[in-house]
């Protein structure tokens, strides 16, 4: 069975941090270039950051370039997102995705004083 698993969200303060894991199993986590998505209340789906399946090339948009990092471990089949500097805009349910294929089923990350 495809599983990815999000973990890491919760309530912060502006300016805080906080890192996202997502945990992958029953698929070569390996073989699939991975992306972060989020869904804003109210709003459609953004695309946020993404990695290639060996972990040497990352993309951001340009609402998170310079505050958020992708990375992965293919070792422990997950893929992280650390998130500094969050404001309140960033407050969105985020989904780890295997390509477009397996999609997992969110953590909710809410920027709030």
């Known amino acids: 069975e495809v599983q990815l698993v999000e973990s890491g969200g919760g309530l912060v303060q502006p300016g805080g941090s906080l890192r996202l894991s997502c945990a992958a199993s029953g698929f070569t986590f390996g073989s699939y270039d991975m992306s972060w998505v989020r869904q804003a209340p109210g709003k459609g789906p953004e695309w946020v950051s993404a990695?290639?399946?060996?972990?040497?090339?990352?993309y951001y948009a340009d609402s998170v370039k310079g505050r958020f990092t992708i990375s992965r471990d293919n070792a422990k089949n997950t893929v992280y997102l650390q998130m500094n500097s969050l404001k309140p805009e960033d407050t969105a349910v985020y989904y780890c995705?295997?390509?477009?294929?397996?999609w997992g089923q969110g953590t909710q990350v809410t920027v709030s004083s």
């Open positions: 995705a295997a390509g477009i294929r397996f």
């Open positions: 990695i290639n399946s060996g972990g040497g090339v990352t």
